[in-house]
Protein backbone atom coordinates (compact mmCIF):
# COMPACT_ATOMS: atom_id res chain seq x y z
CA UNK A 1 0.00 0.00 0.00
CA UNK A 2 1.40 3.48 -1.15
CA UNK A 3 3.03 5.14 2.31
CA UNK A 4 0.47 8.10 1.58
CA UNK A 5 -2.64 6.19 1.92
CA UNK A 6 -1.51 4.17 4.79
CA UNK A 7 -0.56 7.21 6.55
CA UNK A 8 -3.78 8.93 5.76
CA UNK A 9 -5.97 5.67 7.27
CA UNK A 10 -3.77 5.69 10.17
CA UNK A 11 -5.15 9.62 10.34
CA UNK A 12 -8.89 8.06 10.06
CA UNK A 13 -8.87 5.31 12.37
CA UNK A 14 -7.43 7.19 15.02
CA UNK A 15 -9.99 9.84 14.79
CA UNK A 16 -12.38 7.13 14.59
CA UNK A 17 -10.98 5.64 17.90
CA UNK A 18 -11.35 9.19 19.66
CA UNK A 19 -14.93 9.84 18.36
CA UNK A 20 -15.37 6.20 19.79
CA UNK A 21 -14.10 7.16 23.15
CA UNK A 22 -16.33 10.41 22.91
CA UNK A 23 -19.58 8.86 21.77
CA UNK A 24 -19.11 6.20 24.87
CA UNK A 25 -18.00 8.54 27.77
CA UNK A 26 -20.88 10.87 26.57
CA UNK A 27 -23.57 8.27 26.74
CA UNK A 28 -21.74 6.78 30.31
CA UNK A 29 -21.83 3.22 28.37
CA UNK A 30 -21.46 1.48 25.31
CA UNK A 31 -18.46 -0.76 24.20
CA UNK A 32 -15.21 0.55 23.85
CA UNK A 33 -13.21 -2.85 23.62
CA UNK A 34 -14.47 -4.31 20.78
CA UNK A 35 -14.71 -0.81 18.80
CA UNK A 36 -11.58 -0.05 19.33
CA UNK A 37 -10.05 -3.44 17.79
CA UNK A 38 -12.28 -3.39 14.81
CA UNK A 39 -12.06 0.62 14.09
CA UNK A 40 -8.88 -0.49 11.41
CA UNK A 41 -10.93 -2.67 9.72
CA UNK A 42 -13.71 -0.31 9.45
CA UNK A 43 -11.62 2.57 8.08
CA UNK A 44 -10.14 0.08 5.85
CA UNK A 45 -13.14 -0.77 4.22
CA UNK A 46 -15.22 2.72 4.51
CA UNK A 47 -12.56 4.50 3.34
CA UNK A 48 -10.78 2.52 0.89
CA UNK A 49 -12.59 -0.39 -0.49
CA UNK A 50 -16.36 0.16 -0.49
CA UNK A 51 -18.37 1.61 -2.87
CA UNK A 52 -20.53 3.92 -1.00
CA UNK A 53 -22.15 7.29 -1.02
CA UNK A 54 -22.80 9.05 2.18
CA UNK A 55 -25.45 11.48 -0.58
CA UNK A 56 -26.95 8.41 -1.19
CA UNK A 57 -27.16 5.51 1.35
CA UNK A 58 -29.82 3.69 0.03
CA UNK A 59 -28.11 3.54 -3.28
CA UNK A 60 -29.25 -0.20 -4.51
CA UNK A 61 -26.31 -1.18 -6.35
CA UNK A 62 -23.46 -0.03 -2.99
CA UNK A 63 -21.43 -2.33 -1.40
CA UNK A 64 -23.04 -3.18 2.17
CA UNK A 65 -21.53 -3.99 5.00
CA UNK A 66 -23.43 -5.79 8.11
CA UNK A 67 -21.93 -5.03 11.59
CA UNK A 68 -23.06 -8.63 13.03
CA UNK A 69 -21.21 -7.70 16.60
CA UNK A 70 -24.19 -5.01 16.66
CA UNK A 71 -23.01 -4.25 20.02
CA UNK A 72 -19.79 -2.37 18.33
CA UNK A 73 -21.95 0.99 17.18
CA UNK A 74 -19.09 3.28 18.69
CA UNK A 75 -17.01 1.82 15.91
CA UNK A 76 -19.91 2.07 13.31
CA UNK A 77 -21.02 4.98 14.10
CA UNK A 78 -17.74 6.85 14.06
CA UNK A 79 -16.69 5.89 10.86
CA UNK A 80 -20.18 6.55 9.28
CA UNK A 81 -19.82 10.07 10.83
CA UNK A 82 -16.06 10.31 9.52
CA UNK A 83 -16.75 9.16 6.46
CA UNK A 84 -19.96 11.90 5.91
CA UNK A 85 -23.66 9.96 6.60
CA UNK A 86 -24.24 12.34 9.45
CA UNK A 87 -22.45 15.06 11.58
CA UNK A 88 -19.72 13.83 13.92
CA UNK A 89 -21.22 16.02 16.63
CA UNK A 90 -24.40 13.96 17.24
CA UNK A 91 -21.84 11.06 18.15
CA UNK A 92 -22.25 12.81 21.57
CA UNK A 93 -26.30 12.23 21.42
CA UNK A 94 -25.66 8.76 21.35
CA UNK A 95 -27.89 5.96 23.32
CA UNK A 96 -29.81 9.08 24.50
CA UNK A 97 -33.83 8.83 24.54
CA UNK A 98 -34.55 11.72 22.15
CA UNK A 99 -30.76 10.77 19.69
CA UNK A 100 -31.25 8.76 16.24
CA UNK A 101 -28.31 6.55 17.50
CA UNK A 102 -29.39 3.87 18.98
CA UNK A 103 -27.30 1.53 21.68
CA UNK A 104 -27.38 -1.26 18.46
CA UNK A 105 -27.96 0.02 15.00
CA UNK A 106 -30.69 0.59 12.98
CA UNK A 107 -30.85 0.67 9.55
CA UNK A 108 -34.35 2.75 9.50
CA UNK A 109 -32.67 5.57 11.94
CA UNK A 110 -29.33 5.80 11.10
CA UNK A 111 -28.13 6.70 7.80
CA UNK A 112 -25.41 4.02 6.04
CA UNK A 113 -26.56 1.07 8.80
CA UNK A 114 -27.29 -1.24 6.33
CA UNK A 115 -29.13 -4.14 8.60
CA UNK A 116 -30.45 -3.39 12.35
CA UNK A 117 -28.35 -5.89 14.41
CA UNK A 118 -27.81 -6.78 17.96
CA UNK A 119 -28.78 -9.98 18.51
CA UNK A 120 -25.71 -11.75 17.90
CA UNK A 121 -25.63 -14.40 14.94
CA UNK A 122 -28.15 -13.07 13.08
CA UNK A 123 -26.38 -10.41 11.05
CA UNK A 124 -24.45 -12.77 9.28
CA UNK A 125 -27.12 -14.50 8.25
CA UNK A 126 -28.91 -11.23 6.68
CA UNK A 127 -25.63 -10.95 5.12
CA UNK A 128 -26.34 -14.17 3.34
CA UNK A 129 -29.58 -12.89 2.33
CA UNK A 130 -28.01 -9.99 0.61
CA UNK A 131 -25.23 -11.84 -1.14
CA UNK A 132 -27.31 -13.87 -2.06
CA UNK A 133 -29.85 -11.22 -3.39
CA UNK A 134 -26.81 -9.79 -5.51
CA UNK A 135 -26.48 -13.00 -7.19
CA UNK A 136 -30.63 -13.10 -8.54
CA UNK A 137 -29.93 -9.82 -9.68
CA UNK A 138 -26.89 -10.12 -11.16
CA UNK A 139 -25.36 -7.15 -9.54
CA UNK A 140 -21.61 -6.80 -8.75
CA UNK A 141 -21.96 -5.24 -5.08
CA UNK A 142 -20.27 -6.77 -2.29
CA UNK A 143 -21.28 -7.53 1.14
CA UNK A 144 -19.29 -7.74 4.43
CA UNK A 145 -19.75 -8.63 7.66
CA UNK A 146 -18.35 -8.05 10.73
CA UNK A 147 -18.22 -10.86 13.61
CA UNK A 148 -17.23 -10.77 16.97
CA UNK A 149 -14.70 -14.29 18.17
CA UNK A 150 -17.26 -14.54 21.28
CA UNK A 151 -20.63 -13.87 18.62
CA UNK A 152 -19.29 -17.35 16.99
CA UNK A 153 -20.78 -19.34 19.78
CA UNK A 154 -23.68 -18.50 18.52
CA UNK A 155 -25.49 -21.59 16.24
CA UNK A 156 -26.64 -19.56 13.55
CA UNK A 157 -23.69 -18.31 12.69
CA UNK A 158 -22.50 -21.77 10.86
CA UNK A 159 -26.09 -22.14 10.03
CA UNK A 160 -25.26 -19.04 7.92
CA UNK A 161 -21.82 -20.40 7.01
CA UNK A 162 -23.19 -23.42 5.92
CA UNK A 163 -26.02 -21.53 3.46
CA UNK A 164 -23.02 -19.11 2.13
CA UNK A 165 -21.04 -22.10 0.83
CA UNK A 166 -24.03 -23.85 -0.23
CA UNK A 167 -24.94 -21.07 -2.61
CA UNK A 168 -21.30 -20.54 -3.67
CA UNK A 169 -21.51 -16.59 -2.22
CA UNK A 170 -18.34 -15.37 -3.36
CA UNK A 171 -19.48 -12.13 -3.15
CA UNK A 172 -19.66 -12.05 0.81
CA UNK A 173 -16.40 -11.24 2.77
CA UNK A 174 -16.48 -11.87 6.53
CA UNK A 175 -14.45 -10.74 9.04
CA UNK A 176 -13.98 -11.92 12.60
CA UNK A 177 -12.69 -9.30 14.68
CA UNK A 178 -10.08 -11.53 17.05
CA UNK A 179 -9.55 -10.58 19.80
CA UNK A 180 -9.94 -13.16 22.01
CA UNK A 181 -12.25 -11.46 24.18
CA UNK A 182 -15.61 -11.49 25.60
CA UNK A 183 -17.54 -10.47 28.50
CA UNK A 184 -17.03 -13.20 31.12
CA UNK A 185 -13.33 -12.99 30.10
CA UNK A 186 -11.11 -15.12 27.12
CA UNK A 187 -12.81 -16.76 24.22
CA UNK A 188 -10.61 -19.92 25.14
CA UNK A 189 -12.09 -20.29 28.57
CA UNK A 190 -15.79 -19.28 28.52
CA UNK A 191 -16.38 -21.27 24.99
CA UNK A 192 -13.57 -22.50 22.89
CA UNK A 193 -14.62 -21.27 19.00
CA UNK A 194 -10.88 -22.29 18.20
CA UNK A 195 -9.55 -23.20 15.55
CA UNK A 196 -11.52 -20.70 13.95
CA UNK A 197 -9.98 -20.60 10.00
CA UNK A 198 -9.93 -24.06 10.27
CA UNK A 199 -13.52 -23.92 11.50
CA UNK A 200 -15.14 -22.26 8.48
CA UNK A 201 -12.69 -23.52 6.26
CA UNK A 202 -14.12 -26.93 7.15
CA UNK A 203 -18.11 -25.56 6.40
CA UNK A 204 -16.95 -24.54 2.82
CA UNK A 205 -15.16 -20.95 3.24
CA UNK A 206 -12.39 -19.48 1.82
CA UNK A 207 -10.18 -18.85 4.89
CA UNK A 208 -7.40 -16.03 5.29
CA UNK A 209 -5.61 -15.03 8.67
CA UNK A 210 -4.51 -11.65 9.21
CA UNK A 211 -3.18 -8.78 12.03
CA UNK A 212 -6.09 -7.17 11.52
CA UNK A 213 -4.36 -3.63 12.62
CA UNK A 214 -1.94 -4.44 9.57
CA UNK A 215 -3.81 -2.08 6.70
CA UNK A 216 -1.35 -4.16 3.71
CA UNK A 217 -2.57 -7.41 5.36
CA UNK A 218 -6.18 -5.80 5.36
CA UNK A 219 -5.74 -4.75 2.09
CA UNK A 220 -4.25 -7.49 0.52
CA UNK A 221 -6.99 -10.21 2.18
CA UNK A 222 -9.71 -7.94 0.96
CA UNK A 223 -8.61 -8.66 -2.67
CA UNK A 224 -7.64 -11.97 -2.34
CA UNK A 225 -11.46 -12.40 -1.06
CA UNK A 226 -12.47 -10.21 -3.92
CA UNK A 227 -10.42 -12.57 -6.72
CA UNK A 228 -11.49 -15.99 -5.00
CA UNK A 229 -14.22 -16.82 -7.08
CA UNK A 230 -16.94 -19.84 -6.05
CA UNK A 231 -16.47 -19.32 -2.13
CA UNK A 232 -16.71 -16.79 0.08
CA UNK A 233 -14.01 -15.64 2.33
CA UNK A 234 -13.19 -15.04 5.96
CA UNK A 235 -10.63 -12.91 7.01
CA UNK A 236 -9.69 -14.06 10.48
CA UNK A 237 -8.02 -10.61 12.18
CA UNK A 238 -5.78 -11.02 14.68
CA UNK A 239 -6.78 -7.81 17.07
CA UNK A 240 -6.06 -5.88 20.15
CA UNK A 241 -9.21 -5.68 22.39
CA UNK A 242 -9.29 -2.08 23.67
CA UNK A 243 -6.75 -0.99 20.54
CA UNK A 244 -4.67 2.47 21.17
CA UNK A 245 -6.15 3.15 24.53
CA UNK A 246 -3.05 1.63 26.48
CA UNK A 247 -5.15 0.98 29.84
CA UNK A 248 -8.05 -1.12 28.09
CA UNK A 249 -6.18 -2.92 26.04
CA UNK A 250 -6.38 -6.66 26.25
CA UNK A 251 -8.96 -6.48 28.97
CA UNK A 252 -12.62 -8.16 29.15
CA UNK A 253 -13.54 -5.57 31.41
CA UNK A 254 -13.48 -3.00 28.85
CA UNK A 255 -15.78 -4.82 26.62
CA UNK A 256 -18.99 -3.38 27.95
CA UNK A 257 -17.90 -0.61 30.08
CA UNK A 258 -17.58 3.71 29.30
CA UNK A 259 -14.48 5.41 30.67
CA UNK A 260 -15.11 7.97 33.49
CA UNK A 261 -14.39 11.54 32.59
CA UNK A 262 -10.48 11.76 33.78
CA UNK A 263 -10.32 8.32 31.93
CA UNK A 264 -11.87 9.49 28.83
CA UNK A 265 -9.41 12.47 29.09
CA UNK A 266 -6.29 10.09 29.36
CA UNK A 267 -7.87 7.88 26.47
CA UNK A 268 -8.28 10.96 24.06
CA UNK A 269 -4.66 12.57 25.20
CA UNK A 270 -3.15 9.50 23.86
CA UNK A 271 -5.00 8.87 20.77
CA UNK A 272 -3.96 12.74 20.16
CA UNK A 273 -0.08 12.09 20.92
CA UNK A 274 -0.20 9.18 18.62
CA UNK A 275 -1.79 11.34 15.79
CA UNK A 276 0.83 14.21 16.34
CA UNK A 277 3.53 11.16 15.94
CA UNK A 278 1.87 10.17 12.35
CA UNK B 1 -69.05 -26.11 1.13
CA UNK B 2 -68.30 -29.38 0.02
CA UNK B 3 -64.74 -28.83 -1.02
CA UNK B 4 -62.13 -29.65 1.52
CA UNK B 5 -58.34 -27.85 0.64
CA UNK B 6 -55.75 -27.17 3.21
CA UNK B 7 -55.19 -23.54 3.50
CA UNK B 8 -51.40 -24.20 2.46
CA UNK B 9 -52.38 -26.13 -0.80
CA UNK B 10 -53.74 -22.35 -1.45
CA UNK B 11 -50.34 -20.84 0.05
CA UNK B 12 -48.68 -22.68 -2.27
CA UNK B 13 -50.70 -21.96 -5.39
CA UNK B 14 -50.98 -18.85 -4.61
CA UNK B 15 -47.13 -18.07 -4.51
CA UNK B 16 -46.80 -19.93 -7.99
CA UNK B 17 -50.02 -17.41 -9.32
CA UNK B 18 -48.30 -14.58 -8.38
CA UNK B 19 -44.43 -15.50 -9.08
CA UNK B 20 -44.14 -14.36 -12.44
CA UNK B 21 -43.42 -11.13 -9.75
CA UNK B 22 -39.66 -11.19 -10.04
CA UNK B 23 -39.04 -9.54 -6.78
CA UNK B 24 -40.92 -12.50 -5.35
CA UNK B 25 -37.99 -14.84 -3.74
CA UNK B 26 -39.27 -18.27 -1.57
CA UNK B 27 -37.27 -19.92 1.33
CA UNK B 28 -37.47 -22.93 2.70
CA UNK B 29 -36.65 -25.22 5.37
CA UNK B 30 -36.53 -28.72 4.02
CA UNK B 31 -40.50 -29.11 3.87
CA UNK B 32 -41.27 -27.56 0.75
CA UNK B 33 -43.32 -30.32 0.10
CA UNK B 34 -45.44 -30.29 3.17
CA UNK B 35 -45.07 -26.15 2.88
CA UNK B 36 -46.28 -26.31 -0.47
CA UNK B 37 -43.98 -23.71 -1.96
CA UNK B 38 -42.66 -26.65 -4.03
CA UNK B 39 -45.94 -25.38 -6.62
CA UNK B 40 -43.70 -22.35 -6.67
CA UNK B 41 -40.66 -24.19 -6.87
CA UNK B 42 -41.55 -25.99 -9.93
CA UNK B 43 -42.40 -22.58 -11.84
CA UNK B 44 -39.06 -20.37 -10.74
CA UNK B 45 -36.72 -22.66 -9.31
CA UNK B 46 -34.38 -19.44 -9.74
CA UNK B 47 -36.13 -17.96 -7.03
CA UNK B 48 -36.69 -21.22 -4.66
CA UNK B 49 -33.75 -21.81 -2.09
CA UNK B 50 -33.93 -24.29 0.39
CA UNK B 51 -32.40 -23.10 3.29
CA UNK B 52 -32.12 -26.57 4.88
CA UNK B 53 -32.87 -27.49 8.20
CA UNK B 54 -31.82 -24.15 9.76
CA UNK B 55 -35.16 -21.72 10.40
CA UNK B 56 -33.27 -19.33 12.59
CA UNK B 57 -30.99 -18.53 9.63
CA UNK B 58 -33.57 -18.60 7.11
CA UNK B 59 -35.75 -15.72 8.93
CA UNK B 60 -32.86 -13.59 8.86
CA UNK B 61 -31.56 -14.51 5.41
CA UNK B 62 -34.76 -13.43 4.41
CA UNK B 63 -34.45 -10.15 5.98
CA UNK B 64 -31.37 -9.59 4.18
CA UNK B 65 -32.86 -10.22 1.27
CA UNK B 66 -35.90 -8.24 2.00
CA UNK B 67 -33.07 -5.38 2.56
CA UNK B 68 -32.46 -5.53 -1.02
CA UNK B 69 -35.92 -4.92 -2.26
CA UNK B 70 -37.14 -8.60 -2.14
CA UNK B 71 -40.35 -9.45 -1.20
CA UNK B 72 -39.81 -12.79 0.74
CA UNK B 73 -41.84 -15.41 1.25
CA UNK B 74 -40.46 -17.37 4.54
CA UNK B 75 -41.61 -20.87 5.09
CA UNK B 76 -41.32 -23.59 7.56
CA UNK B 77 -44.18 -25.46 10.43
CA UNK B 78 -45.48 -22.66 12.74
CA UNK B 79 -43.68 -23.83 15.53
CA UNK B 80 -40.08 -23.58 14.51
CA UNK B 81 -41.48 -20.18 12.50
CA UNK B 82 -42.80 -18.50 15.57
CA UNK B 83 -41.11 -20.23 18.29
CA UNK B 84 -37.88 -21.03 17.16
CA UNK B 85 -37.15 -18.84 15.13
CA UNK B 86 -39.37 -15.89 17.28
CA UNK B 87 -35.73 -13.74 18.19
CA UNK B 88 -35.03 -13.49 14.58
CA UNK B 89 -38.17 -12.26 13.45
CA UNK B 90 -38.71 -9.76 16.08
CA UNK B 91 -35.07 -8.62 15.74
CA UNK B 92 -34.30 -8.62 11.92
CA UNK B 93 -37.92 -8.61 10.59
CA UNK B 94 -39.97 -6.70 12.53
CA UNK B 95 -38.02 -4.21 14.68
CA UNK B 96 -36.40 -2.86 10.61
CA UNK B 97 -40.50 -3.59 9.45
CA UNK B 98 -38.56 -5.30 6.57
CA UNK B 99 -40.85 -6.79 3.51
CA UNK B 100 -40.87 -10.46 4.53
CA UNK B 101 -44.00 -12.53 4.74
CA UNK B 102 -43.69 -15.82 6.75
CA UNK B 103 -45.90 -18.76 5.77
CA UNK B 104 -46.49 -21.07 8.75
CA UNK B 105 -47.54 -23.89 7.98
CA UNK B 106 -49.01 -26.56 10.40
CA UNK B 107 -50.20 -24.46 12.86
CA UNK B 108 -52.42 -25.76 15.46
CA UNK B 109 -54.03 -29.14 17.04
CA UNK B 110 -55.18 -30.33 13.25
CA UNK B 111 -51.70 -31.60 12.28
CA UNK B 112 -52.44 -34.62 14.16
CA UNK B 113 -50.22 -37.58 14.22
CA UNK B 114 -46.80 -35.82 14.97
CA UNK B 115 -48.23 -34.39 18.28
CA UNK B 116 -47.44 -31.67 20.40
CA UNK B 117 -43.70 -31.21 19.38
CA UNK B 118 -45.32 -29.86 15.98
CA UNK B 119 -48.35 -28.36 17.27
CA UNK B 120 -48.34 -24.67 18.02
CA UNK B 121 -51.01 -22.84 19.45
CA UNK B 122 -48.69 -20.57 21.27
CA UNK B 123 -47.60 -18.53 17.20
CA UNK B 124 -50.16 -15.83 17.80
CA UNK B 125 -49.81 -14.48 20.84
CA UNK B 126 -46.01 -14.36 20.23
CA UNK B 127 -46.75 -12.71 16.84
CA UNK B 128 -49.22 -10.62 17.27
CA UNK B 129 -46.73 -8.97 20.26
CA UNK B 130 -44.06 -7.62 17.86
CA UNK B 131 -44.84 -3.88 17.11
CA UNK B 132 -46.15 -3.81 13.27
CA UNK B 133 -46.02 -7.30 12.71
CA UNK B 134 -49.67 -7.78 10.71
CA UNK B 135 -51.19 -11.83 11.68
CA UNK B 136 -53.52 -13.41 9.27
CA UNK B 137 -55.22 -16.60 9.86
CA UNK B 138 -57.55 -17.33 6.88
CA UNK B 139 -60.52 -19.65 7.58
CA UNK B 140 -60.31 -21.35 4.02
CA UNK B 141 -59.11 -22.05 0.54
CA UNK B 142 -60.72 -19.49 -0.84
CA UNK B 143 -59.94 -16.69 1.75
CA UNK B 144 -55.88 -17.86 2.11
CA UNK B 145 -55.34 -17.36 -1.97
CA UNK B 146 -56.49 -14.02 -2.01
CA UNK B 147 -55.13 -13.29 1.72
CA UNK B 148 -51.74 -14.38 0.18
CA UNK B 149 -51.94 -12.47 -2.62
CA UNK B 150 -52.42 -9.23 -0.51
CA UNK B 151 -49.59 -9.88 1.63
CA UNK B 152 -47.45 -9.81 -1.11
CA UNK B 153 -48.63 -6.33 -2.25
CA UNK B 154 -48.67 -4.67 1.01
CA UNK B 155 -45.18 -3.64 2.50
CA UNK B 156 -44.18 -5.22 5.80
CA UNK B 157 -43.89 -8.12 7.84
CA UNK B 158 -47.14 -10.70 7.84
CA UNK B 159 -47.33 -13.85 9.66
CA UNK B 160 -49.39 -16.30 7.54
CA UNK B 161 -50.81 -19.19 9.14
CA UNK B 162 -51.85 -22.00 7.50
CA UNK B 163 -52.60 -25.58 8.41
CA UNK B 164 -51.91 -29.24 7.49
CA UNK B 165 -55.22 -30.29 7.22
CA UNK B 166 -58.06 -30.62 4.42
CA UNK B 167 -60.87 -27.94 5.94
CA UNK B 168 -64.06 -27.03 4.19
CA UNK B 169 -64.50 -24.05 1.59
CA UNK B 170 -66.47 -21.51 3.53
CA UNK B 171 -66.21 -18.68 0.52
CA UNK B 172 -67.59 -17.86 -3.00
CA UNK B 173 -64.87 -18.02 -5.39
CA UNK B 174 -64.04 -14.36 -6.28
CA UNK B 175 -64.97 -12.67 -2.35
CA UNK B 176 -63.32 -9.52 -1.97
CA UNK B 177 -60.70 -9.54 1.12
CA UNK B 178 -59.23 -6.57 2.71
CA UNK B 179 -56.31 -7.59 5.36
CA UNK B 180 -57.35 -5.99 8.40
CA UNK B 181 -61.55 -6.03 7.56
CA UNK B 182 -63.11 -8.86 9.32
CA UNK B 183 -66.27 -10.40 7.48
CA UNK B 184 -69.70 -10.99 8.52
CA UNK B 185 -70.70 -14.47 7.51
CA UNK B 186 -74.50 -14.40 9.06
CA UNK B 187 -76.25 -12.16 10.74
CA UNK B 188 -77.66 -12.63 13.72
CA UNK B 189 -79.01 -10.14 16.92
CA UNK B 190 -78.21 -12.39 20.27
CA UNK B 191 -75.06 -13.23 20.14
CA UNK B 192 -71.80 -12.91 17.97
CA UNK B 193 -69.11 -15.66 17.22
CA UNK B 194 -65.64 -14.61 16.13
CA UNK B 195 -63.91 -16.76 14.30
CA UNK B 196 -61.07 -17.37 12.50
CA UNK B 197 -59.11 -20.46 10.91
CA UNK B 198 -61.20 -23.56 9.92
CA UNK B 199 -62.82 -22.83 13.20
CA UNK B 200 -64.84 -20.46 11.06
CA UNK B 201 -66.76 -23.19 9.47
CA UNK B 202 -67.73 -24.55 13.10
CA UNK B 203 -68.83 -21.74 14.07
CA UNK B 204 -71.16 -21.16 10.70
CA UNK B 205 -72.35 -25.06 12.05
CA UNK B 206 -73.21 -23.86 15.55
CA UNK B 207 -74.55 -20.68 14.09
CA UNK B 208 -77.40 -22.88 12.37
CA UNK B 209 -77.93 -25.03 15.17
CA UNK B 210 -78.54 -22.21 17.52
CA UNK B 211 -81.33 -20.89 14.95
CA UNK B 212 -82.96 -24.23 14.98
CA UNK B 213 -83.07 -23.30 18.88
CA UNK B 214 -84.26 -19.91 18.16
CA UNK B 215 -81.44 -18.32 18.83
CA UNK B 216 -79.85 -15.95 16.43
CA UNK B 217 -76.36 -15.84 16.35
CA UNK B 218 -74.33 -13.13 14.04
CA UNK B 219 -70.93 -14.74 12.79
CA UNK B 220 -67.82 -12.90 12.22
CA UNK B 221 -64.57 -14.31 10.34
CA UNK B 222 -61.31 -12.23 11.91
CA UNK B 223 -59.16 -13.55 9.36
CA UNK B 224 -56.75 -10.52 10.29
CA UNK B 225 -55.95 -10.97 14.14
CA UNK B 226 -53.49 -7.70 13.99
CA UNK B 227 -54.37 -5.11 12.80
CA UNK B 228 -57.66 -6.09 14.28
CA UNK B 229 -60.98 -4.90 13.03
CA UNK B 230 -61.98 -2.52 15.92
CA UNK B 231 -65.05 -1.43 14.45
CA UNK B 232 -66.83 -4.52 13.21
CA UNK B 233 -65.91 -6.40 16.84
CA UNK B 234 -67.71 -2.80 18.90
CA UNK B 235 -70.99 -2.99 16.38
CA UNK B 236 -70.92 -6.43 17.32
CA UNK B 237 -70.84 -6.09 21.05
CA UNK B 238 -72.75 -3.28 20.83
CA UNK B 239 -76.06 -4.71 18.33
CA UNK B 240 -75.79 -8.44 20.09
CA UNK B 241 -73.97 -7.52 23.52
CA UNK B 242 -72.45 -11.17 24.04
CA UNK B 243 -69.39 -12.42 22.51
CA UNK B 244 -68.21 -16.10 22.39
CA UNK B 245 -64.65 -16.25 20.45
CA UNK B 246 -63.16 -19.50 18.59
CA UNK B 247 -60.04 -20.47 17.73
CA UNK B 248 -57.70 -22.86 17.09
CA UNK B 249 -54.69 -21.72 19.39
CA UNK B 250 -54.68 -21.55 22.97
CA UNK B 251 -56.98 -19.32 24.49
CA UNK B 252 -54.07 -17.34 26.17
CA UNK B 253 -52.92 -14.29 23.79
CA UNK B 254 -54.67 -15.49 20.52
CA UNK B 255 -58.37 -14.41 18.86
CA UNK B 256 -59.70 -14.68 22.04
CA UNK B 257 -57.38 -12.03 23.93
CA UNK B 258 -57.30 -9.68 21.02
CA UNK B 259 -61.24 -9.15 20.62
CA UNK B 260 -61.31 -9.29 24.69
CA UNK B 261 -58.69 -6.36 24.42
CA UNK B 262 -61.20 -4.31 22.06
CA UNK B 263 -64.06 -5.04 24.00
CA UNK B 264 -62.80 -4.11 27.31
CA UNK B 265 -61.06 -1.09 26.11
CA UNK B 266 -64.44 -0.18 24.04
CA UNK B 267 -67.66 -1.84 24.64
CA UNK B 268 -67.19 -4.40 27.38
CA UNK B 269 -69.52 -7.58 27.20
CA UNK B 270 -70.08 -10.96 28.55
CA UNK B 271 -66.97 -13.00 26.54
CA UNK B 272 -66.83 -16.74 26.69
CA UNK B 273 -64.17 -18.52 24.57
CA UNK B 274 -63.64 -21.86 22.31
CA UNK B 275 -60.00 -22.92 21.98
CA UNK B 276 -57.37 -24.94 23.44
CA UNK B 277 -57.68 -24.74 27.38
CA UNK B 278 -54.20 -24.13 28.15
CA UNK B 279 -52.51 -27.43 27.54
CA UNK B 280 -50.62 -29.11 25.32
CA UNK B 281 -51.99 -30.64 21.93
CA UNK B 282 -50.72 -34.47 21.42
CA UNK B 283 -51.02 -37.11 18.51
CA UNK B 284 -54.08 -38.76 16.80
CA UNK B 285 -56.38 -38.12 13.74
CA UNK B 286 -57.04 -34.70 13.54
CA UNK B 287 -61.02 -35.63 13.48
CA UNK B 288 -60.37 -36.98 16.95
CA UNK B 289 -58.09 -34.34 17.88
CA UNK B 290 -60.62 -31.78 17.28
CA UNK B 291 -63.39 -33.70 19.73
CA UNK B 292 -60.59 -33.74 22.56
CA UNK B 293 -59.72 -30.10 23.05
CA UNK B 294 -63.47 -29.01 22.26
CA UNK B 295 -62.84 -27.02 19.03
CA UNK B 296 -66.39 -28.45 17.83
CA UNK B 297 -70.06 -26.95 17.11
CA UNK B 298 -71.19 -28.50 19.99
CA UNK B 299 -68.51 -26.44 22.23
CA UNK B 300 -69.64 -23.62 20.73
CA UNK B 301 -72.90 -23.71 21.34
CA UNK B 302 -72.33 -25.07 24.73
CA UNK B 303 -70.38 -21.26 25.28
CA UNK B 304 -72.85 -19.36 23.38
CA UNK B 305 -75.86 -20.46 26.03
CA UNK B 306 -73.44 -20.46 28.70
CA UNK B 307 -72.59 -15.98 28.00
CA UNK B 308 -76.06 -16.00 27.01
CA UNK B 309 -77.14 -16.57 30.41
CA UNK B 310 -74.18 -13.83 31.41
CA UNK B 311 -75.74 -10.76 29.60
Given at each position: MDAMVKSQLKRISTQIRKDIITAVSSAGSGHPGGSLSVADILTYLYFKEMNIDPQHPKNPDRDRLVLSKGHCTPG?????????????EDLKTFRQADSYLEGHPNMDKVPGVDMSTGSLGQGISAAVGMALAGKVDRKDYRVFAILGDGELQEGEVWEAAMAAAHYNLDNLTAF????????DGKITDVMNPEPIADKFRSFGWNAIAINGHDFDEIEKAVEQAKSFKGKPTVIVA????????????????WHGSAPKKEQAEQALKELDDYLAGL | MSDKIATRVAYGQALAEIGGNENIIVLDADLSGSTKTDSFKKKYPERHFNMGIAESNMMAVAAGLASCGKTVFASTFAMFAAGRAFDQIRNSIGYPHLNVKIGATHAGITVGEDG?????????????????MTVVSPADAVSANALVKL?????????????RLDVPVVYDAGTKFEIGKGITLKDGKDVTII???FMVHKALEAAEKLEAEGISARVIDIHTIKPIDTELIIKAASETGAIVTCEEHNVVGGLGSAVAEVLVKNRPVPVEMVG???????????????????????????????VLDRK
Open positions: LYATLANRGFFPVVDYNGLQIRTVKGKGVSFMENLAS | ASHQAIEDIALMRSIPGAAEMYGPVYLRLGANGVEDKFGKSGKPAHLVEMYGLTAENIIEKTKK
